[in-house]
Structures are given as C-alpha cells and as structure tokens.
C-alpha cells in the first residue's frame, strides 16, 4: 500500500514538512509505502502551466495513480497556502483521487492564519473527489519550535506535547480510512502496532 506526501514548502527544513515526515514515518512502521514529492522536484513553469508532458510531471501522477491516500504538508504565509503547493493538487486530474483520504498539515505563524489552509485546499480536494479528514493537524509556530547547533542553524523542531497528540489523532483517523469500511482486520493489526 502507499501514500504520497505532498510537501508544499519552498523551504528545508521547515515545520510543514517536519510533520509530515513525522507521519511518513509512522506509517513505514507500518510497513506503508510513502512517496514523498517536493517543491523542489519540479520546474515552477511547469506547474503553473500544468505541463503533464514534463518528465517530473508524469512520475508525481504515476505516483498519485498507485496510491491509497495523500498527506498534503504546507505552509501557510499571510493567511494563504503558497500558488506553488496549489499547482501540486491542480495538475492532478479532476476526480482523480475519489474515494481516497486525504490529510492535510499546515503550519504558519499564529493558530488564526493556519486555519486558511483548509479553506484554501477543501475546493480543490472536492473537485478532485478526496475525503477530506476533519482530523486535519493545524500548528502555530509556538508549538513546533525549532531545534538549532551551535551556529544558530536550524536542524530540526521539537514536538511539543499537544502536538504530539493531534498528530496521533490525526494517523488513527487516516488508518482508518486507508483500511476501508470492510478492512477491520487490517485497521486492528495497524493499530495495536502502533500500541507498541
């Protein structure tokens, strides 16, 4: 089985991205394949323009094709997720992911501004007929601080508690959803491994 991750941040590292490597790997520990895609990967003309001809283009789709659910990971700049994390969803055929679960993360600078990535994403996961989770994971900046060297370089972020915990929300309610409603088996051996 596999999912992929979407990384919508232009940076590295960065708190989206941290969360969303956090769940990836959650879910390997399941023995769930996950694909991580990257801003980085591709050209911005070929997102804006929505070239399916361009080599990075074709291998995202082949990806998305192949899996069960996606995690969306993105930032969340002056009340809006960027034109670029938009493009990555946009390029995917419409009805492309129906009946497939889809989990957004998003960080940004304050709990009021994070909250504009649902609104931002939810018509476009419509359109392409995803399930979008409510257990979807919004954090402010405070609660993902970041970890530094001794240069003052950031290399990594520290999960507060209460994150911790909406993190672990959120994956059970994905599991579920990756299982299936006739996948109880399944669903019971995930979850009792996550028990461990």
């Known amino acids: 089985?596999?999912?992929?991750?979407?990384?919508?941040?232009?940076?590295a590292p960065s708190r989206s991205s941290a969360l969303?490597?956090?769940?990836?790997e959650r879910l390997e520990a399941l023995g769930i394949d996950c694909d991580h895609v990257r801003l980085e990967q591709f050209s911005a003309a070929a997102l804006l323009g929505v070239d399916t001809s361009d080599p990075a283009i074709r291998d995202y789709l082949a990806k998305v094709d192949r899996a069960r659910g996606v995690i969306i990971a993105t930032p969340v700049y002056?009340?809006?997720?960027t034109a670029l994390t938009k493009s990555l969803l946009e390029v995917i055929p419409e009805r492309h992911l129906r009946g497939r679960p889809a989990l957004v993360l998003a960080s940004g600078g304050s709990a009021a501004s994070?909250?504009?990535a649902?609104?931002?994403?939810a018509p476009i996961l419509r359109n392409l007929k995803a399930t979008l989770l409510g257990a979807s994971v919004?954090?402010?900046?405070?609660?993902?601080?970041?970890?530094?060297?001794?240069?003052?370089?950031?290399?990594?972020?520290?999960?507060?508690?209460p994150l911790a915990a909406r993190l672990e929300e959120a994956l059970e309610h994905f599991?579920?959803?990756?299982?299936?409603p006739h996948s109880?088996?399944?669903?019971?051996?995930?979850?009792?491994?996550?028990?461990l």
């Open 184 to 195: 109880s088996v399944l669903h019971a051996a995930w979850t009792s491994r996550l028990a």
């Open 175 to 180: 599991l579920v959803q990756l299982a299936g």
């Open 78 to 81: 002056t009340g809006s997720i």
């Open 1 to 11: 089985m596999h999912v992929v991750v979407i990384h919508g941040s232009p940076s």
């Open 138 to 161: 919004y954090t402010a900046s405070a609660e993902l601080p970041s970890r530094k060297d001794d240069r003052g370089r950031t290399i990594g972020y520290r999960f507060e508690p």
């Open 20 to 24: 969303a490597e956090h769940l990836a």
């Open 114 to 116: 994070v909250q504009a």
């Open 118 to 121: 649902e609104h931002a994403l």
